[in-house]
């Protein structure tokens, strides 16, 4: 077996924009800063977000969304995302199709949820019952039967009814973490694609992408392989998903070997629902181009990230320090923890050049920072909508400092941290951004 155990530990990663889930309603997550509207309410009080009165049972969540249920509301008064927003655009599919949700509710009753396209075509609500009261509960909802329907094309907004009965008086009915899950095994899945990378086509090698040519790739799935791989399309795009990973291996062999001394960095975006850790490891065949021929090298780093968010890792080659050369890679690998049963979505594995460009350049387009590097405070600047949350996190992924603005600026204090590297998350109205910045 061509698996050895060489780890290097290296932290850093990049959040997609807000289209995926789960909406959990958290200041740094989906839905929160969403537009929704109410309807058929009566006089239609809005969505409301907040804290959780009850994290101490299945829901551990900070904040969640409150729904007031009026007696002169209709039985279907509801609340809704808006069209193109928030939510993004997707399709369902046998590996979304079902969705769960939380509920805590004052009565028994039913709750619905429904997904519509820009045009109005609905894929029907399907209503289940929650079985407990002032408690948390999840449901389970299951749009598998619509798979095939027209209205699983092109899906933009997602409906939501708290309490679809008659009411014979207000009812206050919180809803959180709506998760759309794998039928085999429940697992969550992202609701759509990875970031589409924007590197001019010239610097880029790539194994597996859709913006660019794609060079000759002997397998997926080498036969040393313990893993399954599948290819499957989110919103139009290919993506690649692995299940009951332990290692997989992605091989290319004899004339295929790449060589990437041109090249200043790796790429791959993945989305994990239950891995705790992501290793990618490179291997070099070395001059002779074979296999154990003596000249071989190989480097293996591993990622610490949050679940169910697509990852971009821009990872720079000198990273991988255990490489004796970068002329023949034959092989790359992915492994992680769980061993054996986790799941990883895939795309943009590629190699690309970023020669010269300054860390204000490899940060994110909405949020900058200055000066960085810095002795002792940053500012951020957001271009388009203000800053609703900032975290700064250390390379280990502990949360150093969390901040609310609510404004396009911020100064940040790194007077009391070390001097290293740290990565900055910040959440905006429809996008979480994350940079690097460094203190001196």
């Keep these: 077996m061509r698996v050895h155990v060489l780890v290097l530990f290296f932290f850093m990663y990049q959040l997609c924009t807000a289209q995926l889930g ?29 804290a959780n009165p009850d994290p101490s049972g299945i829901n551990t969540s900070t904040t969640v969304a409150r729904f007031t249920a009026n007696v002169a509301g209709a039985p279907w008064a509801g609340v809704e995302s808006v069209h193109g927003q928030g939510i993004g655009t997707f399709n369902l599919t046998a590996t979304n199709c079902v969705v769960k949700i939380m509920v805590y509710k004052p009565i028994i009753s039913p709750v619905g949820i429904k997904f519509a396209t820009p045009a109005g075509a609905s894929t ?40 679809f009965t008659q009411r014979s008086d207000n009812r206050i009915c919180l809803f959180d973490n709506i998760k759309f899950s794998n039928q085999n095994g429940g697992n969550p899945t992202p609701m759509g694609p990875a970031p589409t990378p924007t590197y001019p086509e010239a610097n880029v090698i790539s194994l597996f992408s859709n913006p660019y040519q794609n060079v000759p790739v002997d397998t997926w ?29 992605v091989e290319m062999l004899g004339n295929n070997v790449i060589d990437v001394t041109s090249m200043t ?42 679940a169910e968010n697509w990852h971009s890792l821009e990872i720079p080659l000198s990273s991988f320090s255990q490489l004796n050369s970068n002329t023949h890679i034959a092989q790359l690998i992915f492994s992680g923890t769980p061993s054996g049963s986790g799941t990883v979505y895939i795309d943009n594995v590629l190699f690309f050049n970023n020669e010269g460009a300054s860390i ?6 909405g949020v900058q920072a200055y000066p960085n590097p810095s002795t002792d405070k940053i500012t951020l600047v957001a271009h388009g909508s203000p ?19 609510h404004s396009t600026t911020r100064t940040i204090d790194l007077s009391k941290m070390p001097a290293g590297l740290y990565l900055v998350r910040v959440s905006l109205a429809n996008s979480t951004e994350t940079l690097r910045i460094i203190k001196e």
Excluded: C
């Design 22 to 50: 789960p909406i959990d309603f958290e200041p740094s997550g989906y839905g929160a800063t969403w537009q929704w509207t109410t309807f058929e309410n009566d006089f239609n009080p809005p969505l409301e977000i907040i």
């Design 360 to 365: 204000q350049e490899e940060q994110t387009h």
């Design 124 to 163: 029907g609500e399907i209503l289940v019952s929650n079985t407990l009261i002032n408690q948390w509960e999840e449901l389970t909802f299951d749009f598998s039967n619509v798979v095939s329907a027209p209205s699983s094309t092109g899906i933009d907004q997602i409906i939501i009814f708290p309490d």
């Design 387 to 405: 800053m609703n949350s900032i975290q700064v996190f250390g390379l280990d992924g502990t949360v150093l400092l969390e901040d609310y603005p």
């Design 265 to 306: 960095h790796f790429r791959v975006d993945f989305w994990t629902p239950n891995m705790t850790q992501f290793n990618v490891k490179l291997v070099d065949f070395g001059g002779d181009g074979q296999y154990a021929g003596g000249d071989d090298s190989e480097s293996e780093l591993s990622y610490v990230l949050p």
């Design 221 to 249: 799935m080498a036969p040393w392989s313990a893993a399954q791989v599948s290819d499957l399309q989110l919103s139009g795009n290919d993506t690649k998903r692995y299940d009951a990973l332990n290692f997989a291996g």
